[in-house]
């Protein structure tokens, strides 16, 4: 559907800008590498963009907002400039949820396309193009992965997508709403994506999903094998060092999946497990289906096969309802995990969600303390992690060039950043290299080392 505008020459240059979390990031990789496909070529750094994707994200009420400020900038420079407006895509969960919306409140959007969506990129733009305005939100039966274009270039880490939609229904989430329902993406496409991967430089991978760990499919012979199969797949491909995954759910960690950890060396000792409060009541108001003990048993076990686990997760403060003592709760459970990194949240309330209109809703004032006070709970745990490792020699990826000459950033097993000069070792290393650094100086966010040696 669309109304008619006046057609525009075809686009040679696109950006594509992703807010959301990491399988937002991911979706935005593969529309880059579609439009590639189609011949243009990506914009480069500060220069204007004849097509602009807006990759936007829904979970909280300030990411979903940050779309409608995006665009009217992207018009006001294009005035400011005498140019034309570029073609503006919206796309991602936000697309998904409000996409009539969006075309309401901002006519200079052209196209709207949702998560599921995106491979039909090409054929919207034709039609943009020919000045309609476009909408697709569909969640088609046919998947957007076969048809997307292979994997082309990477860096040294790389996202793979394996699972993706929810099925748990938070009473406070959007997800099952924007990305639809659970699917598993078979086993041989993942098997042959994460082998591009690999052939183009990716030394870790890092699984995607809501829920990455309810993850299942058959092996090449036909067994029925769920994440921890995956993952012992992958880890047979040579090149790979590293394999991650996240996010889990508490109730998918199958007992496979946990014996993984202590058996998989190329599986890295962290686990991002989210809880979302320390209280039960409040566990049972956001349909999380899992309790407080169920969780810190959970986590027991995992330490049991991988003592040196970093354990990470995620919280919400002020859900509708939260009392004082239940945010006290939250605080005691982080003190009681010693978590090495976690993120946290005020509850938003998100249209359309349960939890919405419940009673009991927290003023901004309660969910600013509260909130201040768990990160402080939080970080203080997170720099007690890192000076944990002050004097150990640890493994570090190496991802990118620091912002001094000489310098260069990675991250240890545990995931956390460390930065170190190259000077002081004996060859320089390179992008993809495992190089061993002994800690010197830890922050509460990244650590600082000296190289031991370079062990490609
Ligand atoms: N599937 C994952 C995470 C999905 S969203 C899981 O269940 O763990 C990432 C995080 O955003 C959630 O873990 C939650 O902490 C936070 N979040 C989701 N909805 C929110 C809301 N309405 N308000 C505040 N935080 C929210
Ligand atoms: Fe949202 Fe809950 Fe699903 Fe996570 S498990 S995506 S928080 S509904
Ligand atoms: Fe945001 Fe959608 Fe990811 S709402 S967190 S971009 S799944």
Redesign the pocket.
């Known amino acids: 559907m669309g109304r008619a505008m006046r057609s525009t020459p075809p686009p040679q240059t696109y950006r594509v800008k992703s807010f959301g979390?990491q399988m937002n990031v991911y979706d935005g990789e593969r529309m880059g590498e579609l439009l590639n496909a189609q011949g243009l070529t990506p914009a480069a750094e500060g220069a204007a963009a004849d097509l602009v994707v807006l990759n936007t994200c829904h979970?909280?009420?300030k990411a979903a907002e940050k779309v409608y400020s995006d665009i009217g900038r992207i018009v006001k420079d294009a005035s400011l400039e005498g140019g034309a407006a570029p073609l503006i895509a919206v796309a991602g969960c936000v697309a998904q949820a409000e996409g009539e919306e969006i075309m309401a409140r901002a006519p200079a959007v052209r196209m709207v396309v949702g998560p599921q969506a995106y491979h039909r990129l090409p054929e919207m733009l034709a039609r943009a193009q020919a000045g309609q305005r476009v909408t697709d939100t569909d969640m088609p039966a046919e998947t957007k992965f076969d048809a997307l274009p292979r994997r082309r270039r990477t860096g040294a880490t790389a996202f793979l997508t394996v699972q993706e939609g929810?099925d748990?229904f938070?009473t406070?989430?959007?997800?099952p709403y924007t990305r639809g329902a659970e699917i598993s993406r078979p086993f041989s496409d993942l098997v042959t994506e994460a082998q591009k991967l690999v052939e183009t430089g990716a030394r870790e991978i890092t699984l995607l999903?809501?829920?990455v760990n309810a993850w299942t499919g058959e092996d090449d012979k036909g067994r029925a094998i769920g994440l921890d199969g995956l993952i012992r797949a992958l880890a047979a491909l040579p090149d790979l060092a590293r394999i991650r995954y996240t996010?889990?759910?508490p109730n998918d960690m199958s007992e496979g999946l946990i014996a993984a950890h202590g058996e998989v060396e190329k599986l890295m000792p962290f686990l991002?497990?989210?809880v979302?409060s320390g209280s039960d009541r409040v566990l049972r108001a956001m349909n999380?289906s899992h309790d407080v003990a169920g969780y810190l048993r959970l986590l027991d076990r995992v330490r049991s096969v991988r003592p040196d686990i970093a354990l990470s997760?995620?919280?919400?403060v002020g859900?509708p309802g939260e009392t004082e003592a239940e945010f006290a709760e939250t605080l005691a459970l982080v003190d009681a995990v010693g978590y090495a990194q976690c993120?946290?949240?005020?509850?938003?309330?998100?249209p359309g969600?349960p939890?919405?209109t419940m009673d009991g809703q927290i003023e901004a004032v309660v969910m600013d303390d509260r909130l201040r006070r768990l990160q402080d709970a939080i970080n203080r745990h997170q720099h007690a992690f890192n000076t944990a490792t002050l004097g150990k020699r640890v493994a570090v990826l190496v991802e990118r060039n620091g912002r001094h000459p000489g310098q260069w950033l990675g991250k240890s097993p545990w995931l956390q950043s460390v930065h170190f000069e190259h000077e002081s070792a004996g060859s320089e290393p390179i992008l993809g290299d495992l190089v061993e650094v002994e800690i010197v100086q830890a922050g509460p966010n990244s650590l600082h080392g000296v190289p031991v040696a370079v062990a490609a």
């Open positions: 979390c979970i909280r009420e929810c748990k938070c406070y989430c959007v997800v999903g809501q829920n996010t889990s759910h991002h497990l989210p979302q999380r997760g995620d919280f919400i859900f993120f946290s949240f005020k509850y938003s309330p998100r969600t939890a919405a």
